[in-house]
């Protein structure tokens, strides 16, 4: 399968650690790379490759991978984290997949 | 600091053909490192890959889109195309450009493929 599988929805509380998770059989060969995105914004990169944040990230952000699974964690989540996350790959050729989006909201 | 901008035509009816270009400012369109992507968002949907054009010019095409799409760079005025055919409603979306990064592996073998620099989106409606 070419698909990649997100949690449509995540909620944390302020000030708490949350994990937004990525699921496909393409993570057997591809490290997911993560995108924040706000209402009426353009998506950026938050993380990509094995755990590396672009310039301006905060290491509060970071990534992890096991077998099928990818995952983002936020720690100590704060009110501007509040967006739709996405995680992408690529499959065995080549071809470029995303996730479906997962709204985290921060209560 | 790498720049792009896409532009549309702000209206596509259907069955029409849809062109969008993007410009590069803050560097060269023909510099090794980048590759050039599109990216589309329907209206309350996720991101949707649709083309990837290499530095040494091969293009890879979303399977789902491929009949109908088609790519391509204008190094001498420093921007890429998109071109979409027999447009339908399905395709009213925000598109996005952006670089493209593709070759990475990382240091346990996996591949990497990520967007690093995108434009700010146009919102192309698809509307008689």
């Known amino acids: 399968s070419s698909e990649l599988t997100q949690d449509p929805t995540v909620s944390v509380a302020l000030g708490q650690t949350v994990k937004i998770t990525c699921q496909g059989d393409?993570?057997?060969?591809?490290?997911p790379s993560w995108y924040r995105q706000k209402p009426g914004q353009a998506p950026f990169l938050l993380i990509y490759?094995?755990?590396n944040r672009p310039s301006g990230i905060p290491d509060r952000f970071s990534a992890s991978r096991s077998e099928n699974t990818g995952s983002l964690t936020i720690t100590g989540a704060l009110a501007e984290d509040e967006a739709d996350y996405y995680c992408n790959c690529r499959d065995n050729d080549g071809n470029v997949i995303f996730g479906g989006g997962t709204k985290l909201t921060v209560l | 600091q790498l720049q792009l901008r896409e532009s549309g035509p702000g209206l596509v009816r259907p069955s029409e053909t849809l062109s969008l270009t993007c410009s590069v400012s803050g560097g060269s369109i023909d510099y090794s490192s980048f590759h050039w992507g599109w990216v589309r968002q329907s209206p309350g949907k996720g991101l949707e890959w649709i083309a990837t054009i290499y530095y040494l010019g091969g293009i890879l095409y979303n399977p789902s889109l491929k009949s109908r799409v088609s790519m391509s760079i204008d190094t001498s005025n420093n921007y890429f195309s998109l071109q979409l055919r027999s447009v339908t409603a399905a395709d009213a979306a925000v598109y996005y450009c952006?670089?493209?990064?593709?070759?990475?592996?990382?240091?346990?073998?996996?591949?990497?493929?990520?967007?690093?620099?995108w434009g700010q989106g146009t919102l192309v409606p698809v509307s008689s």
């Open positions: 490759g094995e755990n």
């Open positions: 393409s993570l057997r060969i591809c490290f």
């Open positions: 952006a670089t493209h990064q593709v070759g990475m592996i990382t240091s346990g073998g996996l591949v990497a493929t990520y967007f690093d620099n």
